[in-house]
């Protein structure tokens, strides 16, 4: 019997997931009959209707929806039998899948990977940014091959190493924190808050630390972004807590003034990866690095 070709699979996922034929045929980089002709050909095989016209969108029929979620697994496992291939190769060019959240995206791996870039021409990088919870779940479904992220998570289909610890500070407005050496849970109440959105690692974190401190905490913004933050605290909307990642550079303290916390808080990032993976050479030139820099922060300190 002849099998299902894995690129009209494929189509059919991109094209489910674009609700247009035309947009998949932009995503896969082919013409819009050509993708017309895979599902056609795949419907033909199947003798099942496979997607449906709703309006101007094309929906996925329950038996289509169906068949995608194999396709996806398909298209997984022969990505993960061409990287683990790689290895047998000397070859250091390949495309490298990787998560992060937007501060250690920003403030963090930016040299290292350009570092990497320059010394491996051929090495292509993906980063991709988003909340623990979320590029965590990437990283199981293999949609990511591995990333940086905040503890805690819990796992067992992963590999967790710890990367780097890194202070949380308080920020206010400049000229606004008067001489103060130290911010505690009680004084930074007093002012309006600025914090990381709900569903973040580092939130929780935060949360937890004003709780300790017997406050629940009412912040008047909740922001996605600590370039975002920033600029709210130095538009003396209010104070916040931040990664102090966020504010290691002098340039990226425009309009605001950094304290220590007192009692301390801090966050771990760590490099997740899942146990099944096959490290090609080019993840494992990323994994390097990554990992590198956790032992210079270490070093530094």
């Known amino acids: ?58 929906r996925a029929t329950e038996a289509g929806g169906e068949l995608a979620l194999h396709a996806q697994r398909i298209s997984l496992a022969l990505a993960d039998a061409e990287a683990a291939l790689t290895r047998w190769t000397d070859s250091a060019a390949g495309k490298v899948r990787i998560g992060a959240g937007a501060t250690a995206c920003i403030h963090l791996l930016p040299p290292m990977l350009g570092r990497l870039k320059r010394a491996n021409p051929q090495l292509e990088i993906a980063v991709s940014t988003g909340n623990t919870p979320e590029v965590v779940r990437r990283v199981e479904e293999n949609t990511l091959d591995a990333a940086l992220v905040t503890l805690p998570i819990s796992s067992r289909s992963l590999d967790v190493t710890p990367v780097l610890e890194d202070p949380f500070v308080a920020i206010a407005p400049r000229g606004a924190a008067q001489g103060r050496r130290s911010v505690t849970a009680v004084s930074l109440s007093r002012h309006p808050l600025v914090l990381f959105e709900e569903g973040a690692n580092t939130r929780a974190l935060i949360n937890q630390w004003f709780r ?14 600590v370039e975002a933050i920033k600029e709210m605290v130095a538009a003396h909307l209010g104070w916040s807590l931040l990664p102090q990642l966020g504010v290691a550079q002098a340039r990226s303290r425009r309009g605001i003034e950094v304290l220590p916390l007192s009692p301390r808080l801090s966050r771990t990032l760590a490099w997740v990866i899942r146990r099944d993976k096959p490290l090609s050479r080019p993840l494992q030139q990323v ?10 922060a270490r070093a530094a300190t």
């Open 287 to 296: 994994q390097k690095a990554v990992l590198a820099l956790g032992a210079a």
């Open 1 to 58: 019997m002849r099998h299902l070709n894995p690129d009209h699979l494929l189509t059919l996922t991109a094209v489910i997931q674009k609700a247009s034929f035309s947009k998949a045929a932009e995503h896969l980089e082919m013409s819009q009959p050509a993708v017309s002709h895979h599902i056609k050909e795949l419907e033909r095989r199947l003798q099942l209707r496979l997607v449906e016209r709703v309006g101007r969108r094309v």
């Open 212 to 225: 300790d401190g017997g406050l629940a905490v009412r912040p008047v913004m909740e922001l996605g972004s």
